[in-house]
C-alpha cells in the first residue's frame, strides 16, 4: 500500500509540476529569447511581484518571461521543475535557490551548456558562486542588520530574544539572523556570534531560533507559543513576515501583550512589508518592517540574463534595496 501512495504522490506531483510549466509562459513572439526565472513557490506575496516585474521587463526587452515554480516551498519540487526548465530549454535561468547545494548541482548543467545563470533572492553557497554571473536581491545580512537596530534603540540594556525564520539551510535567511545576533551582540561582521548568550546583555531563549519551514499557519502558532512561554521576553524579531500573513491569528497572538508592545516593554520587528502587514503595524502590532523589492528582482533578472545572453557583462551584485516602514508610515510604506 505504502508503494502504491508513494508512486500516487509522485504523479500528483508530476502533474502539479506539469501544470505549473504550461502556466508559466509569458506570451512572447516565437522567436523571442526565452528566460526562465524560478521562484521557491508561485503561491505567496513575494512571488507576485517577481512575476509582475519579470514580465514588465520581457515586454520592454521584447523576450519571454518563462515564470516558475512549485505551487509549495519544496525543497525535491523545485529540483525538478528547474530539471524541466533543463529539459524545455531556455536561453538562461534566474533562480532563487530553495537548497543552495542541490540546486547547485544542476546548475553545473546549465553552465556547462553555456546557459546564462543568475540568482536572486536565495542565493548559491561561496563555493557555488562561480556558477552564476550575479546575484539580484538584498544585502542580506544588513537586512538583518535593520531588524535588528529598533530594537537595540528601544532595548539599549539588553534581554532576552527569540529570532524566527523560514526554511533551516536557506542562505539568504541565515545571513539576515547573522546579521540580526551581530547587531543585538555589537560586534563586528568579521567576529560573527553563533548564538547569543550574553552578549551586550542579549540572549537567545530556549527553543530560539525556529523554524517555520515557510509554513504560514506554522508561523503564527510558534510566534503564540513563544509568547506565552516566555511572559518577559524582551524582543521577538521575524526575518520574514510569515506570521502576519495569517492577520487574525497574529493579532489574537500579540494582542494578549498588547500593553507590552505599546510600552516597547516587548519590542517586534519583522521582514516585509507587504500589504498583509501594514495594517498590523498601523494598528501597533509591531514597531518595525524591513520590506524588500521583489517587482525589481524579477525585472532585473530578465535584464541581467538579457544582457549576458548579448555577450554583455554584468555586476556580480545588483541590490535591490530595502524599504523601512514605522506605524506612522504604514499608509503609504513601499507604494512608491
Not at 243 to 249: D, F, H, L, N, W
Not at 254 to 271: A, C, E, H, N, P
Not at 306 to 314: I, N, P
Not at 317 to 322: A, E, K, R
Request: charged share 20%.
Amino acid at each position: 500500500m505504502t508503494g502504491i501512495i508513494n508512486r500516487l504522490t509522485l504523479r500528483l506531483a508530476a502533474t502539479a509540476i506539469a501544470a505549473a510549466l504550461a502556466a508559466g509562459t509569458t506570451a512572447a513572439p516565437a522567436s523571442a529569447e526565452t528566460y526562465a526565472v524560478i521562484v521557491k513557490t508561485v503561491n505567496d506575496v513575494f512571488s507576485a511581484p517577481v512575476k509582475e516585474g519579470c514580465e514588465k521587463a520581457a515586454k520592454d526587452l521584447g523576450v519571454e518571461c518563462y515564470y516558475i515554480g512549485p505551487s509549495e516551498v519544496n525543497e525535491a519540487q523545485q529540483l525538478q521543475v528547474i530539471n524541466d526548465v533543463l529539459t524545455k530549454g531556455v536561453d538562461g535561468i534566474a533562480v532563487s535557490a530553495t537548497n543552495p547545494k542541490s540546486v547547485a548541482r544542476l546548475l553545473e548543467k546549465a553552465k556547462a551548456a553555456g546557459i546564462p545563470i543568475v540568482t536572486f533572492d536565495g542565493d548559491l553557497l561561496q563555493e557555488d558562486a562561480g556558477l552564476r554571473s550575479t546575484f539580484i536581491g538584498t544585502d542580506n545580512y544588513n537586512f538583518g542588520v535593520e531588524l535588528a537596530k529598533k530594537v537595540v534603540e528601544y532595548k539599549p540594556k539588553g534581554g532576552t530574544v527569540c529570532i524566527q525564520t523560514g526554511t533551516a539551510g536557506s542562505l539568504n535567511l541565515d545571513l539576515r539572523v547573522q546579521g540580526i545576533r551581530d547587531t543585538l551582540a555589537n560586534v563586528s561582521k568579521d567576529k560573527p556570534v553563533k548564538r547569543l548568550a550574553g552578549e551586550n546583555g542579549w540572549t537567545e531563549v530556549d527553543g530560539c531560533p525556529i523554524y517555520n519551514n515557510d509554513n504560514i499557519s506554522l508561523a503564527a502558532q510558534q510566534m503564540n507559543d513563544v509568547l506565552v512561554a516566555n511572559p518577559k521576553l524582551d524582543a521577538f524579531v521575524a526575518v520574514g513576515g510569515w506570521a502576519q500573513y495569517a492577520p487574525s491569528a497574529y493579532r489574537q497572538a500579540v494582542g494578549r501583550v498588547k500593553d507590552r508592545v505599546d510600552s516597547k516593554d516587548l519590542v517586534i520587528s519583522f521582514g516585509d512589508a507587504f500589504a498583509p502587514q501594514l495594517p498590523l503595524l498601523k494598528d501597533g502590532l509591531a514597531h518595525y518592517l524591513v520590506g524588500q523589492s521583489p517587482y525589481n528582482m524579477g525585472y532585473k533578472s530578465i535584464e541581467a540574463l538579457h544582457d549576458l545572453k548579448q555577450g554583455k557583462t554584468v555586476p556580480p551584485y545588483i541590490d535591490t534595496g530595502f524599504v523601512k516602514c514605522t506605524p506612522d508610515m504604514a499608509d503609504t510604506c513601499g507604494k512608491n
